[in-house]
């Protein structure tokens, strides 16, 4: 079975450089999986801190996603060199289109892609990704652990969500839509929708909790939260 991971810039580089353990035990828990997988990886602070640049220097909003989506490409990168590393059969290189990935999904265990076009995020990627190669099962790794129904760092009393349903889902992303600018839901509202159109089981799990992470893609229960 297809599997996609979307895998956040958080925790490729949680603290502004990669973390070698992740990206090991990344390549170790699908090395040993039975399925084979599309992985989507975010930029995170990288993408941020160059999009940033580009605009004090003058840049437009699309180049600065055009920078933020080579640093999203640069993470896909360790991801390939972290799989090679563990010996797992690749697509060889970062690919840049849904075909191509659909192309090579066949004849390898893993396909990586980073962003694809400016205006949009790795997590409606990582939808995209999925729709092109047929996966119906989509794990979001990031370092929050679980769709709440508040911020937990803010609100205490915030209530986690084991399970929930598309609508659900769509509901909180279009509520944290409308809050203030630098607040960002786990999930953007696009992919919420897009997930919902194609019926893609999404789990939410934390790099921080690789156990959740190997589980997720088991099939067997986690401290996530399921969409579906
Ligand atoms: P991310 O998906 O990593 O954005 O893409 P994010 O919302 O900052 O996610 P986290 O923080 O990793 O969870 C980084 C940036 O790259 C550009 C956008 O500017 C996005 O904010 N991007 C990414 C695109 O323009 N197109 C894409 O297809 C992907």
Same mark, same amino acid.
């Given at each position: #079975?297809?599997? /996609?991971?979307?895998?956040?810039?958080?925790?490729? +580089?949680?603290?502004?450089?990669?973390?070698?353990? *992740?990206?090991?035990?990344?390549?170790? /828990?699908?090395?040993?999986?039975?399925?084979?997988?599309?992985?989507?990886?975010?930029?995170?602070?990288?993408?941020?801190?160059?999009?940033?640049?580009?605009?004090?220097?003058?840049?437009?909003?699309?180049?600065a996603?055009? /920078?933020? %989506?080579?640093?999203?490409?640069?993470?896909?990168?360790?991801? @390939?060199?972290?799989?090679?590393?563990?010996? $797992?059969?690749?697509?060889?290189?970062?690919?840049?289109? *849904?075909?191509?990935?659909?192309? !090579?999904?066949?004849?390898?265990? &893993?396909?990586? #892609?980073?962003?694809?076009?400016?205006?949009?995020?790795?997590?409606?990627?990582?939808?995209?990704?999925?729709?092109?190669?047929?996966?119906?099962?989509? &794990?979001?790794?990031? +370092?929050?652990?679980? @769709?709440?129904?508040?911020?937990?760092r803010? +609100?205490?009393?915030?209530?986690?969500?084991?399970? #929930?349903?598309?609508?659900?889902?769509n509901?909180?992303?279009?509520?944290?839509?409308?809050?203030?600018?630098? #607040? !960002? *839901?786990? *999930?953007?509202?696009?992919?919420?929708?897009? %997930?919902?159109?194609?019926? %893609?089981?999404? !789990?939410?799990?934390?790099?921080?909790?690789? +156990?959740?992470?190997?589980?997720? /893609?088991?099939?067997?229960? !986690?401290?996530?939260?399921? $969409?579906?």
């Amino acid at each position: #079975m297809h599997i /996609i991971l979307s895998v956040g810039g958080s925790a490729i +580089n949680p603290n502004g450089e990669p973390d070698l353990n *992740f990206l090991k035990t990344m390549a170790q /828990i699908i090395k040993k999986s039975k399925n084979s997988f599309g992985i989507l990886t975010g930029g995170g602070s990288l993408a941020r801190v160059h999009a940033n640049t580009v605009r004090k220097l003058g840049g437009s909003e699309y180049e600065a996603d055009q /920078i933020a %989506i080579a640093s999203t490409r640069q993470n896909a990168q360790l991801m @390939i060199a972290a799989l090679k590393g563990a010996g $797992v059969k690749t697509c060889g290189n970062v690919l840049t289109s *849904f075909d191509n990935a659909a192309e !090579h999904a066949t004849e390898n265990k &893993v396909v990586v #892609m980073g962003g694809t076009i400016p205006g949009i995020t790795t997590d409606a990627d990582a939808v995209l990704l999925a729709e092109a190669i047929g996966a119906k099962k989509l &794990v979001n790794i990031s +370092n929050v652990d679980a @769709i709440y129904d508040s911020d937990p760092r803010k +609100n205490p009393k915030a209530k986690k969500y084991t399970i #929930m349903d598309y609508d659900q889902l769509n509901k909180l992303a279009a509520e944290s839509d409308t809050r203030k600018a630098g #607040m !960002h *839901f786990v *999930f953007d509202m696009l992919a919420c929708k897009l %997930i919902a159109r194609s019926g %893609i089981e999404t !789990h939410f799990v934390s790099g921080n909790k690789m +156990n959740d992470v190997t589980n997720a /893609i088991e099939g067997k229960k !986690h401290s996530g939260t399921i $969409v579906k």
